[in-house]
C-alpha cells in the first residue's frame, strides 16, 4: 500500500468524536460493550480543570473541549490512549476521568492546580436519576444479548460474570438488576450509597462543604442556547459547537411519570443541588 493510501485509510488528524463514530460499528464486538468518550480534563494551555460529573450532558460537552487540547493537556478516558492513562493516574496518583475536585486538589501540584477555572455541567436531579437508570437499562440489555441471559438470571450470576462484563460490577448496575426494573426500588437501593454516579453534584464540586472558587457551572438544559457557546469560547479561546452525545439508548422510563414517592426521596437526598443550582 503506497503512503497516500495509507494516509486516507488512517489520517493522523482524528478527533475524539471522530474516533468514536468510527468506533460505532466495533460496539458489542466479542462482547465488549463499548460507550461514547467520557474523560475529565486538566487543561494547562488554558488553565482550566473540566469535572464531569455522571449523566449530565459532560460527554457533549467534553467533545467540544477536546478539539482546543494541546499536547500538554491531561484527559483521562475517552480515547484507547485515555483509558490506558486513567488507568496509570488511577493507581498511580488516585484520580479517574470521574473525580471530584477535592480528588485533584488532593494532588501534589494542587497548589498550582488552585489557581485554574473549574468548568462542569449540572443537571435536574430527577432528570439525572432518570437518566441513569435508562442508562443502566442499556448495559443490562446489552450485557443479555450478549449472554443471552434474562436480568434474573444475570443477577443471580452477576458475581461469577463480572470477571467478563466489569459493568455488573458498579454499583448502580448491581441496584438496577435489585430493583428488578422499579425505578422508586432502584432510588431507595443501598448499593446507591457507594455510587459516585449517584453522589450529589455540589459535593463533586466542592472542598470542605464549599463549593470552590472560579467555578463556572453550565446546566444540561442550557448547552443548547447561547451562554453555554459563549462559555466554552471564554474557555478555549475559539468557537466550539456543542454536539449531543452519550444519549441512553434504552428508554424505560421518562421523568414525568416518576411517582411521587420517588421525587421525595429524590428531592430530600438531592437537596443542595436542587437549592444550589437553580432547582427548587
Same mark, same amino acid.
Given at each position: ?36 468518550? %467520557?474523560?475529565?480534563? &486538566? ?33 483521562? @478516558? ?25 480528588? &485533584?486538589?488532593?494532588?501534589? !501540584? ?18 439525572? !436519576? ?8 442499556? &448495559? ?69 462543604? %464549599? ?25 478555549? @479561546? ?18 414525568? &411519570? ?6 421525595? !426521596? ?11 443550582? @437553580?432547582?427548587?
Amino acid at each position: 500500500m503506497d503512503a497516500t493510501r495509507r494516509r486516507r485509510w488512517w489520517p493522523c488528524e482524528f478527533r475524539i468524536s471522530e474516533l468514536w463514530e468510527f468506533c460505532k460499528p466495533l460496539d458489542n464486538l466479542h462482547g465488549c460493550i463499548l460507550g461514547p468518550p %467520557k474523560a475529565m480534563i &486538566i487543561c494547562h494551555s488554558n488553565r482550566y480543570i473540566f469535572i464531569h460529573i455522571h449523566k449530565t450532558g459532560g460527554s457533549s460537552v467534553e467533545i467540544a473541549l477536546e478539539r482546543s487540547l494541546q499536547w500538554q493537556d491531561v484527559m483521562l @478516558g475517552s480515547t484507547s490512549f485515555g483509558e490506558q492513562a486513567n488507568r496509570h493516574f488511577s493507581q498511580r496518583f488516585g484520580i479517574t476521568k470521574h473525580s471530584s475536585i477535592s480528588d &485533584i486538589y488532593a494532588l501534589r !501540584a494542587s497548589t498550582n492546580l488552585r489557581t485554574y477555572q473549574v468548568l462542569s455541567v449540572v443537571r435536574h436531579p430527577l432528570h439525572r !436519576a432518570v437518566s441513569l437508570f435508562n442508562f443502566m437499562a442499556g &448495559i443490562i440489555e446489552q450485557i443479555g444479548l450478549i449472554t443471552k441471559l434474562t436480568p434474573s438470571e444475570l443477577r443471580q450470576r452477576r458475581a461469577s460474570l463480572s470477571a467478563d462484563h466489569r459493568q455488573l460490577s458498579w454499583p448502580s448496575s448491581i441496584a438496577y438488576l435489585e430493583s428488578e426494573g422499579n425505578f422508586d426500588a432502584f432510588v431507595h437501593n443501598p448499593n446507591l450509597d457507594r455510587a459516585r454516579a449517584f453522589c450529589s453534584q455540589y459535593s463533586q464540586l466542592s472542598i470542605n462543604e %464549599k463549593l470552590v472558587d472560579k467555578l463556572t457551572v453550565l446546566r444540561t438544559e442550557e448547552l443548547a442556547g447561547d451562554r453555554a457557546k459563549a462559555c466554552l469560547e471564554a474557555f478555549t @479561546g475559539a468557537s466550539t459547537p456543542i454536539p449531543h452525545a452519550n444519549r441512553s439508548n434504552k428508554i424505560m422510563l421518562k421523568p414525568d &411519570i416518576v411517582s411521587n414517592k420517588a421525587r421525595i !426521596a429524590l428531592e430530600s437526598r438531592f437537596l443542595v443541588d436542587y437549592n444550589t443550582f @437553580g432547582y427548587a
